[in-house]
């Protein structure tokens, strides 16, 4: 922002559980221990800022966990997540909207993948199906395993992606609709691995 920056970083060596904050307004690192009980396992994934905390998804049995950057403290939002999810990524629009994407099935099986926004009351509701089609062909290069899954924002779509494809699915949040971003031309026909896709936006505000 305009006024400065804060650093997020987690440590998880085996006998250190914690999270470092630094405030470039007063150049100082602070340190919070305990994110183990909340998290588990699940320290990789990255959170989302949203109304001034950290927002990450716990592995099964699912659920929210939000750090807030000014007390350093680690709670659970009020409302409960949808039911029968087989993976859930968060996604927020910076302005106020907290989105998330999940699969909705049984025993790891997505039939389904669906959108929610995060309502006033703190309930999530449903926004978006993705099609029949669209959501066969994402599940099958997905190969159901979703730890190859991630998600992010960028100018006004949620974009859906998996390490092992070269195509970007993404919803457009205007038109309420799904596409299909095609494979970038210059990538080898046969590369079908290692793909790490990010939003770029020059918008630096920082002095240095």
Same mark, same amino acid.
């Given at each position: 922002?305009?006024?400065?920056?804060?650093?997020?970083?987690?440590?998880s060596e085996a006998a250190t559980?914690?999270?470092?904050?630094?405030?470039?307004?007063?150049?100082?690192?602070?340190?919070?221990?305990?994110?183990?009980?909340?998290?588990?396992?699940?320290?990789?994934?990255?959170?989302?800022?949203?109304?001034?905390?950290?927002?990450?998804?716990?592995?099964?049995?699912?659920?929210?966990?939000?750090?807030? #950057?000014? /007390?350093? *403290?680690?709670?659970?939002?009020?409302?409960?997540? !949808? %039911?029968?999810?087989?993976?859930?990524?968060?996604?927020?629009?910076?302005?106020?909207?907290?989105?998330?994407?999940?699969?909705?099935?049984?025993?790891?099986i997505s039939r389904s993948i669906k959108l929610w926004e995060?309502?006033?009351?703190?309930?999530?509701?449903?926004?978006?199906?993705?099609?029949?089609?669209?959501?066969?062909?994402?599940?099958?290069?997905?190969?159901?395993?979703?730890?190859?899954?991630?998600?992010?924002?960028?100018?006004?779509?949620?974009?859906?992606?998996?390490?092992?494809?070269?195509?970007?699915?993404?919803? #457009?949040? /205007?038109? *309420?609709?799904?596409?299909?971003?095609?494979?970038? !031309? %210059?990538?080898?026909?046969?590369?079908?691995?290692?793909?790490?896709?990010?939003?770029?936006?020059?918008?630096?505000?920082?002095?240095?």
């Amino acid at each position: 922002t305009p006024t400065g920056y804060t650093i997020f970083v987690l440590c998880s060596e085996a006998a250190t559980n914690c999270a470092f904050v630094y405030d470039s307004n007063v150049r100082t690192w602070k340190r919070f221990d305990g994110f183990g009980p909340v998290l588990g396992d699940n320290h990789h994934q990255k959170g989302v800022l949203f109304k001034g905390g950290l927002y990450f998804a716990t592995p099964e049995p699912f659920s929210l966990v939000i750090f807030e #950057l000014g /007390s350093g *403290r680690w709670e659970k939002p009020i409302g409960g997540l !949808p %039911s029968q999810l087989t993976f859930v990524r968060l996604v927020s629009d910076g302005e106020g909207k907290l989105y998330m994407v999940g699969g909705v099935g049984n025993n790891g099986i997505s039939r389904s993948i669906k959108l929610w926004e995060l309502g006033g009351d703190g309930n999530w509701v449903e926004v978006q199906s993705l099609p029949d089609l669209m959501c066969k062909k994402f599940v099958a290069v997905c190969y159901h395993n979703y730890e190859h899954v991630y998600c992010f924002w960028h100018e006004g779509m949620i974009c859906i992606c998996c390490y092992t494809w070269p195509e970007i699915l993404y919803y #457009l949040v /205007s038109r *309420r609709t799904w596409h299909w971003l095609p494979r970038c !031309p %210059s990538l080898p026909l046969k590369c079908s691995c290692g793909f790490k896709w990010f939003s770029f936006v020059p918008n630096l505000y920082a002095s240095v």
